[in-house]
């Protein structure tokens, strides 16, 4: 099948219902958390929900379809995304991967600087054609009425998708279970894939991911659940680096919840998110807060209306469901080489650090299974750093990716 131009277009009525279910809502007491250590703030909550009451959807609608936006089936599954053409006199294909939860829209930011530098003060010889798929089950990739959707098969449909847009090679970056995919797409398709830009060191092929592999389900996933910081110690960790492992400590505690839940329940989740969008709001914007930089305003890290499309696109695409599952999926689908060389990844690898990310590993690991050529700590950032400082990334991408434009 080949890609179809495709037009964001929700129904009248659905944005109808929305405005009724959020007129409709029945709050519960909120003793004690101003500072949100039980859970998304009412306060915050109310406030956000009078937003999104005068928000005009369509707005949104406008600004995605300003964009190059297409359809196509990859192997049974729909794959929406954006295709924007670079201006500049050789511009690199990229493919860009967003994570949970995310949406393709938390690249809005970057993709004029990234497809036309000379426009925003860089240089035209550092262009892109940017590729930006939605996740499968994600926002418009959906409905995804298939099982067993996860990082590794996306990776595949990925290639997949290059191939049908006529990019023989092509360079990759990507955040959250993004750098998963990528990661996967820079081993198994090497001969294609130019570098690899990520905003955690891939751990594809390192002690941890073999630790997983061959295990029992329960094994796997007391190992995933219990996170990162049981699978490292304190000690792994360069003198100069341990304040990121103290850091990782802190925030793991506001990560557990999502990954327990939708690695293990994700269906029984999934009524109320698709019944109440104020609980679908609590769920994303938790993350939200509990993962970026800001000193305890929400709003000092992401616009309102970035929030609101957020949540809307979830809603909307009915999506959240197969974006939850595919936790399940990948939670019991240990990762699996498809060659012995060593690195496992072994085109160039560049990583961006941000401080406020919620998983740190330390460079050693990056080191010892990718082939690390580009490494930038920044002092400003957090987990959604293409949302929220993505102009830091730009300038990251680029210079990572300048010289294997000669390769």
């Known amino acids: ?5 495709f037009t964001a277009a929700v129904e009248d009525e659905a944005v109808a219902d929305l405005k009724s279910r959020l007129r409709r809502t029945r709050y519960p007491l909120d003793i004690g958390n101003a500072t949100w250590r039980y859970g998304t703030n009412a306060d915050y909550l109310r406030s956000f929900v009078a937003f999104w009451l005068d928000h005009d959807w369509r ?3 406008a600004e995605i379809n300003s964009f190059a936006n297409f359809r196509v089936v990859l192997d049974g599954v729909p794959v929406h995304f954006l295709h924007e053409r670079g201006k500049g006199p050789s511009p690199l294909p990229l493919i860009l991967t967003h994570g949970w939860p995310w949406t393709f829209w938390d690249f809005k930011e970057a993709i004029g600087p990234l497809t036309d530098p000379g426009a925003h003060g860089g240089d035209p010889a550092d262009a892109f054609d940017v590729v930006i798929p939605s996740l499968p089950g994600f926002g418009f990739s959906g409905p995804l009425e298939i099982e067993g959707v996860q990082t590794a098969n996306t990776a595949d449909r990925w290639a ?22 990528s990661a996967h797409l820079a081993h198994a398709h090497s001969e294609r894939v130019i570098g690899l830009h990520a905003t955690s060191p891939p751990s594809l092929g390192s002690a941890r991911e073999s630790r997983t592999s061959g295990s029992s389900t329960l094994d796997m996933l007391l190992a995933r659940l219990n996170g990162p910081v049981r699978a490292m110690r304190r000690e792994d960790f360069a003198p100069e680096e341990r304040h990121r492992f103290d850091l990782m400590e802190q925030r793991w505690a506001g990560t557990l919840s999502h990954v327990a839940a939708q690695s293990t329940d994700p269906q029984t989740l999934a009524y109320g998110m698709h019944d109440s969008p104020v609980a679908l709001a609590a769920w994303l914007l ?4 509990n993962w970026s930089d800001h000193d305890g305003l929400l709003d000092d890290s992401f616009a ?4 609101i499309d957020l949540v809307g696109i979830y809603w909307f695409t009915e999506t959240f469901v197969s974006s939850a599952r595919m936790y399940w999926h990948e939670f019991r689908a240990p990762w699996s080489p498809v060659h012995d060389r060593k690195p ?3 085109v160039p690898v560049g990583v961006s650090v941000f401080p406020v990310d919620v998983v740190y590993r330390p460079r050693r690991v990056a080191e010892e299974n990718a082939n690390l050529v ?7 950032g957090g ?14 991408v680029r210079e990572f990716f300048r010289p294997l434009r000669r390769g």
């Open 383 to 396: 987990h959604f750093a293409w949302a929220e400082v993505p102009e830091l990334l730009v300038a990251d």
């Open 1 to 5: 099948m080949r890609p179809e131009p």
């Open 304 to 307: 309102r209306r970035a929030l």
């Open 374 to 380: 580009y490494w930038q700590e920044h002092d400003r």
């Open 59 to 61: 707005e949104t609608e």
């Open 344 to 346: 496992a990844i072994d």
């Open 286 to 289: 938790e993350r939200r807060y």
């Open 160 to 181: 997949e998708l290059m191939t049908l847009l006529g990019y023989d090679r092509f360079a990759v970056a990507g955040s959250d279970l993004g750098v998963r995919v």
